[in-house]
């Protein structure tokens, strides 16, 4: 059994952070390359987290920008910038604009919510999503002046939405 010092758990630091966003651009550029695929990366560091963006006008981008495709290799560059640092990561990764895409999605989902509320539900439910879907639906719902809780565990945690 190994041990872990308090530091393990302190934020990271905005170099911490910045290795942590090298380290996945590397990554990134092999996947990229193993796939025959173009694409320009931007590092950023924003919110305590790592933000690593895969931009490109080239067709062969779409193969990887769906948001479950994304996930994926969002899971898999964390592990990778995980072992090399050996510390966890919450880097965000978005491709082709599909972070975006996907709050676009997500704000229709709470429109349909806000729509059973204003049919008389006291509640309404959205489906199991990371916690960061769920962090984007909080800040839709308080821009929109609702309230949002996340109940459940792990793969079936999801978000409710209710009148303040």
Do not use: C
């Amino acid at each position: 059994m190994t041990s872990t010092s308090q530091t393990d758990h302190a934020e990271p630091t905005t170099e911490e952070l910045e290795r942590e966003g090298d380290v996945a651009a590397d990554f990134l550029e092999g996947l990229l390359d193993i796939a025959d695929i173009d694409g320009d990366l931007d590092l950023d560091v924003r919110q305590g987290r790592a933000y690593v963006s895969v931009e490109s006008d080239h067709p062969s981008i779409k193969a990887v920008s769906d948001p479950d495709t994304v996930q994926a290799l969002q899971e898999l560059t964390r592990l990778a910038v995980q072992n090399q640092t050996g510390r966890f990561s919450r880097l965000i990764l978005d491709i082709g604009g599909s972070r975006d895409a996907r709050r676009g999605q997500l704000e229709k989902l709470v429109d349909v919510a806000v729509a059973k509320l204003d049919e008389g539900a006291s509640q309404a439910s959205l489906p199991a999503m990371s916690s960061f879907e769920r962090k984007l639906v909080h800040d839709i719902v308080a821009d929109r002046g609702l309230i949002s809780e996340s109940y459940g565990e792990q793969n079936a945690r999801h978000t409710v939405i209710r009148r303040a």
